[in-house]
């Protein structure tokens, strides 16, 4: 079902500190070089003790909405779409709206959780309730915060993420204009959902249950196990999404993809999808969690890759595992 959805502003908050693949790998007691040579990342950022996941996904939004030519006021709904909430409880969006003074307001909230797909979820949620007008100006914002819980005992998983915060506003499509979410596609495999996972901090491993030991609080990804599944239903979902899309782009000039890892994103090749069609910052940020779509949403568009008019396919996987995929013209 083809939306009517606009995206009018977009907004990033890089943390300060930038830390080089060389600093990580001594701390995962790796050899020079390794880390770029298996990931593809050369830098990444993390945060300071300052810089809460609330604080820099409010900054991010400030940018977005300035850029859209709006203000705070015209905001009817706040969507957080994060992987690594700042809290349990409250809800990650209300602690954004406090953030960006909005603490008396009323606005709406609520969050997307499919980790690192929230992004995309959030993006088909907001186009389904505008195009009923249910809301009018609805401002998505993902940030993440990964480094917290990285386990550098194990390299592969480790070496691979980074922090940061991106928003987009938007809303629905003016007549007579044509940018729309023209498909969206999820599918999951909970056969994988043992591969990417947080055991501790829910119900079952709270932090005050004696048996829950500290590596349960620590990213753990068994990554080929992840990859294979992935590729194993690449095909069958691209052609889901679009018939004919498995074999070539067709009409879509870019694709934007979760940065889940330089062989994920080298695997669109097999789809006929061509490097230069395909934005990367995965050398610079990481794995960025749900924030790497939006963070490269906007590499794509403040650079001038991204036209409106153009047709964008965003994709990439969650754990879950969660397979996520839609076209845009911007």
Not at 6 to 16: F, N, S, T, W
Not at 271 to 293: K, P
Request: proline fraction near 5%; charged fraction near 20%.
């Amino acid at each position: 079902m083809s939306l009517p959805l606009k995206i009018v502003g977009v907004g990033r908050y890089l943390p300060k500190r930038v830390v080089p693949s060389s600093e990580v790998e001594r701390l995962c007691g790796v050899k020079p070089g390794w880390i770029e040579r298996h990931t593809g990342v050369r830098e990444r950022r993390w945060i300071e003790a300052s810089e809460t996941n609330s604080w820099m996904g409010a900054q991010a939004a400030r940018e977005a909405v300035a850029d859209a030519g709006l203000s705070l006021d015209d905001i009817d709904l706040i969507i957080s779409a994060s992987g690594t909430p700042e809290q349990t409880i409250p809800d990650n969006s209300a602690l954004i709206q406090r953030e960006l003074g909005l603490g008396e307001s009323g606005t709406s909230c609520m969050s997307v959780h499919i980790t690192c797909l929230s992004f995309l979820m959030a993006m088909d949620l907001a186009a389904t309730m505008l195009a009923v007008e249910r809301y009018r100006t609805i401002l998505i914002v993902s940030s993440d915060i990964a480094s917290v819980a990285l386990n550098f005992k194990d390299p592969e998983s480790a070496s691979l993420f980074g922090d940061a915060a991106s928003a987009v506003v938007v809303t629905r499509t003016p007549d007579g204009e044509a940018s729309r979410v023209e498909r969206t596609r999820f599918e999951t495999y909970s056969i994988g959902a043992h591969l990417t996972e947080i055991r501790g901090g829910g119900t079952r491993l709270h932090p005050q249950n004696p048996i829950t030991k500290p590596e349960d609080n620590l990213f753990a990804m068994a990554g080929p196990k992840v990859y294979r599944l992935a590729r194993q239903h690449q095909d069958t979902f691209l052609e889901r999404l679009r018939p004919g899309l498995s074999r070539s782009p067709g009409s879509i000039k870019l694709v934007i993809p979760h940065q889940a890892s330089l062989l994920a994103v080298r695997a669109l090749r097999r789809n006929g999808i061509d490097d230069d069609q395909v934005v990367i910052t995965l050398d610079r940020f990481g794995n960025c969690v749900a924030t790497s779509l939006p963070l490269t949403l906007y590499e794509a568009v403040k650079t001038g890759r991204m036209e409106r008019g153009d047709e964008v396919m965003l994709c990439g996987t969650g754990a879950g595992l969660t397979l996520g995929g839609m076209i845009v013209t911007y």
